[in-house]
């Protein structure tokens, strides 16, 4: 199990900078790509290493259930996701997920107390990395580096598919993005770590559709998502959707 830090303490790892979002520089990128950070970054914006995030929403663990957290994306080191939910209305059950420096764990305790699950291992981290890549799209900043590949393709006179492939906590992201022709995001996919079915660990389609967007600080993200398993197909509507999330 990896050491828990506080959000604090992640938020405050990151590294400065005094680089700022120049559409000058994205002049060797596809079109699409260009049309995406465009729209995300505004020009002269700093670039940043991390995200803080407030969010509620429901999650799916038998039944649909209410939560409020807290979240801290630092690129350098990873994420950690702090909630409170509630079962059967009334009776909260509070922990973590994270993924730090290469170590993933989630810890939850009802009444803050009695632990109800505990995870770690091998596994857990492969899955919380493919959770951190997919939040990515929480902090587009990461999209600036040259670190980045990137192929596109159209796909209608509206909408248009875009890959990115990168690298964060030792692990390649093969990450896909549906947008309009403004830039703005309307689904992320990629092929994520996990056992859905409750048998062996493999790597299964996850992904969400990502309905609402803001601005902030000149950074444009989404803020209103539904996320899960077997995305792309009809299974996500009917079993893989478990996780909605409004930003605060």
């Not at 060797?28 to 991390?50: D, V």
């Not at 692990?171 to 403004?182: C, G, I, K, N, P």
């Not at 077997?230 to 079993?239: A, K, L, M």
Request: proline share 4%; with cysteine.
């Amino acid at each position: 199990m990896t050491k828990l830090i506080s959000l604090n303490a992640l938020w405050d790892s990151a590294t400065p900078t005094e680089l700022v979002f120049s559409p000058d520089k994205l002049a060797h990128l596809p079109e699409l790509a260009k049309r995406y950070l465009e729209h995300a970054i505004a020009p002269g914006t700093k670039i940043a290493s991390a995200v803080r995030l407030k969010m509620h929403g429901e999650i799916k663990l038998k039944n649909w259930i209410p939560f409020t957290a807290e979240q801290v994306i630092c690129w350098e080191h990873g994420l950690i996701w702090s909630a409170t939910a509630w079962m059967n209305g009334f009776l909260p059950i509070v922990g973590s997920d994270c993924i730090i420096d290469g170590i993933g764990g989630m810890q939850w305790k009802l009444l803050g107390l009695f632990p109800v699950m505990t995870a770690s291992g091998t596994d857990l981290t492969r899955s919380a990395i493919g959770r951190l890549q997919t939040e990515s799209v929480w902090l587009p900043s990461v999209f600036y580096g040259d670190d980045v590949s990137w192929t596109s393709t159209e796909l209608s006179d509206l909408d248009s598919n875009l890959h990115s492939s990168f690298v964060v906590q030792g692990d390649r992201a093969e990450l896909d993005f549906t947008m309009d022709r403004s830039g703005r995001l309307k689904t992320t996919k990629l092929p994520r770590w996990g056992n859905p079915e409750g048998a062996e660990f493999h790597y299964v389609d996850f992904g969400g559709i990502l309905e609402q967007e803001g601005t902030f600080g000149g950074y444009t993200i989404p803020t209103r998502l539904r996320v899960g398993w077997y995305f792309g197909s009809n299974r996500f509507e009917s079993e893989g959707e478990f996780f909605r999330a409004t930003l605060a």
